[in-house]
């Protein structure tokens, strides 16, 4: 038998001992409880003098919450512990580089209207508020995100949602934020079904990770809400394989149930997440529970979070790992988003010999490592074949190399 996901609630910390359970599964409860102070984190778990000094350090800067439910998923008694690392402000926050940028990925520049960006021609990205459960350390929006004062008005999203009707060509709309769903259910119902009465939308977006750090926020009224505009597709953001709880795979049960289409956009965080074996464990939970990994990111050159990123070769090295060892579904697409608004691009490992391929036929590399010869057509009718039918008929198949002959 596999082992069950652990609750939260089941292996809370002695400081809510006596939280009752219809208390823990509140959201309203667990965004009240957020934990945003040294005084009452080092209550409920050991913190190094590094980690003190910087929580106080970020307090005007990018604050610290945590909700009570993500806190739990931290092992005390380890300083690598990767949710800790995810949710509890780290040294390398307070180093900068020549290179990292405020606004990394030039949102602010391609912003026709006030908290819209529209990047691609068929899709835009609508900021709905800057607050989150928990402010992930490795965000890329710090620059606004946790920020009250830069939190979007509410006729800003009304403009937005004007600029969408006025824009035939915008086919598919992305909430973003923040998360949107730190809005009240009242607030995202009116602006879902506003969008949803725009002719031209084919897909509406939701990008949140409360399944990941509030999972009691998809509550019955959320879920009816989500139901009647379906389907929503859903993106949210596990990082690692111990965010798994019974009360996140109940979060995304009941998403499911109300139409959504789940998928997961996991960043890759040095000693987080950079492992072949970590990230395979994580998109074999995800499929388990109907959500399909969707993009690896390379971390942005964000101001002050250099500490979480990988080289790219570690990247590439794990989607080499995935790709033929686990289901096709679960392997997303590794992809760095470029600074100053270049969009997003795949990278991929190479699995073409390099020079193969010029009147004789491609040499690819399988994920075992194995050599195969592949012919390529020019696509012209006439320069389709090297062979006669004839000829052809006769040969067999190239033949396998057996990988021991090298
Ligand atoms: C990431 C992003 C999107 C969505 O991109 P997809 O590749 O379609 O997931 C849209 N607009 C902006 C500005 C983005 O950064
Ligand atoms: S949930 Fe998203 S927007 Fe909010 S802090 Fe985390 S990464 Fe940033």
Redesign the pocket.
């Known amino acids: 038998m596999r082992e069950a996901s652990r609750s939260s609630y089941a292996s809370r910390p002695r400081f809510w001992r006596s939280v009752r359970q219809e208390e823990w599964s509140s959201w309203i409860w667990q965004q009240q409880n957020r934990v945003r102070d040294v005084e009452t984190l080092c209550q409920i778990i050991p913190l190094s003098s590094d980690e003190i000094e910087t929580i106080n350090w970020s307090a005007d800067r990018f604050r610290m919450a945590i909700t009570p439910h993500y806190l739990t998923l931290i092992d005390g008694s380890s300083l690598e512990c990767p949710i800790r690392l995810q949710a509890i402000p780290q040294r390398g926050e307070q180093v900068r580089f020549p290179y990292e940028l405020d606004d990394p ?1 030039a ?1 602010e520049k ?1 912003m026709p209207v006030p908290g819209l ?4 021609p068929d ?3 609508v900021y709905m508020t800057h607050n989150c459960p928990v402010y992930c350390r490795h965000c890329t929006r710090k620059r606004k995100v946790s920020d009250p004062q830069s939190a979007p008005r509410a006729q800003e999203l009304t403009a937005a949602i004007a600029y969408i009707a006025g824009h035939p060509e915008v086919r ?1 709309v ?1 909430l973003s934020g923040g998360d949107p769903l730190s809005l009240s259910t009242r607030r995202l119902a009116g602006a879902l079904a506003a969008i949803r009465r725009i002719d031209h939308v084919d897909v509406i ?1 939701v990008g949140t990770r409360n399944p990941v750090t509030l999972p009691q926020r998809i509550d019955a009224e959320l879920c009816e809400v989500l139901a009647s505009v379906a389907p929503v597709y859903v ?1 949210t953001q596990f990082n690692h394989l111990d965010e798994a709880t019974s009360e996140s795979e109940q979060a995304l049960k009941m998403l499911r149930e109300a139409g959504c289409i789940l998928s997961n956009q996991m960043v890759l965080l040095a000693g987080i997440n950079d492992t072949p074996h970590k990230v395979e464990t994580l998109n074999r939970w995800l499929l388990r529970n109907g959500v399909r990994p ?2 690896i990111f390379q971390a942005d050159m964000a101001a002050g979070i250099t500490h979480y990123r990988t080289p790219l070769a570690t990247g590439l090295e794990i989607m080499r790992h995935l790709r033929g060892r686990l289901s096709g579904l679960g392997v997303p697409q590794f ?1 760095i ?1 470029l600074p100053d ?1 270049g ?2 691009i795949p990278i991929s490992p190479d699995y073409l010999e390099p020079g193969t391929g010029k009147e004789q036929p491609l040499l690819f590399r399988n994920w075992q490592g194995e050599l195969f010869e592949f012919w390529d057509v020019d696509g012209t009718p006439t320069g389709q074949s090297f062979m006669s039918s004839a000829e052809s008929e006769n040969r067999s198949l190239p033949s396998r190399r057996n990988p021991k002959d090298r």
Do not use: F, I, Q, S
């Not at 960006?117 to 691609?120: K, N, Q």
């Open positions: 990925l949102e391609h960006t529209h990047r691609y899709r835009v990205l598919d992305l977006r993106n969707y993009y992809v988003d608004g969009g997003k």
